[in-house]
């Protein structure tokens, strides 16, 4: 059974920096693109990260480029979101998301963590 | 960026019904197109892909069309559990993705 787990999220003040996990099971994980998305309180879903199975392709919404880094340990079956000068915009649950092989879509989801920026 | 633009934003139905939510691109996405479901405190689960193609497990009610710009998801007969928040979301321009606002579906 495909398993994703969020973690790391809490409240941090406007400017702070905060490292999501996410750790994976249940299939092979090297094998696979993964991503982050996000959906603040009360509204729709955004796409944040992506990173390719070996590490060596990531990419961002615009809203967080330079700020946000995406990785992953294949060793460790993890993936990780770096997040640094956070804003109060950032606010939202952040979900760890596995790209289907066949198609781009997010076939798999983890529970999400919720992260707050407010002093 | 593609943008996805979806209707109604809410949208109130009854047990039995028949209910459509449409989706719009920016531009063409050759049916690279994908529908969520998503009930409150939970995360989304894919439904549909390649705008028509049925997730495994997921009812035959549910069904997706459309081309170029625009596409619909129908639910044939609603069911109770399928009261939730409908998404959208276009993969044409991967690795960038792009969803739509939402469709709120409501029990009437």
């Known amino acids: 059974e495909v398993q994703l787990v969020e973690s790391g999220g809490g409240l941090v003040q406007p400017g702070g920096s905060l490292r999501l996990s996410c750790a994976a099971s249940g299939f092979t994980f090297s094998s696979y693109w993964m991503s982050w998305v996000r959906q603040a309180p009360g509204k729709g879903l955004e796409w944040v990260a992506n990173i390719k199975q070996d590490g060596s392709e990531k990419y961002y919404v615009d809203s967080v480029k330079g700020r946000f880094t995406i990785s992953r340990d294949n060793a460790k079956n993890s993936l990780y979101l770096q997040m640094n000068s956070l804003r109060a915009e950032d606010t939202a649950v952040y979900y760890c998301a596995r790209v289907g092989g066949s198609y781009p879509t997010f076939d798999y989801w983890g529970q999400g963590t919720l992260v707050t920026v407010s002093s | 960026d593609i943008q996805m633009t979806q209707s109604p934003s809410s949208l109130s139905a009854s047990v039995g019904d028949r209910v459509t939510i449409t989706c719009r691109a920016s531009?063409?996405?050759?049916?690279?197109l994908a529908w969520y479901q998503q009930k409150p405190g939970k995360a989304p689960k894919l439904l549909l892909y390649a705008a028509s193609r049925l997730e495994s497990g997921v009812p035959s009610r549910f069904s997706g069309s459309g081309s170029g710009t625009d596409y619909t998801l129908t639910i044939s007969s609603l069911q109770p559990e399928d009261f939730a928040t409908y998404y959208c979301q276009q993969y044409y321009s991967t690795p960038w993705y792009t969803f739509g606002q939402g469709t709120k579906l409501e029990i009437k």
């Open positions: 531009q063409g996405i050759s049916n690279s």
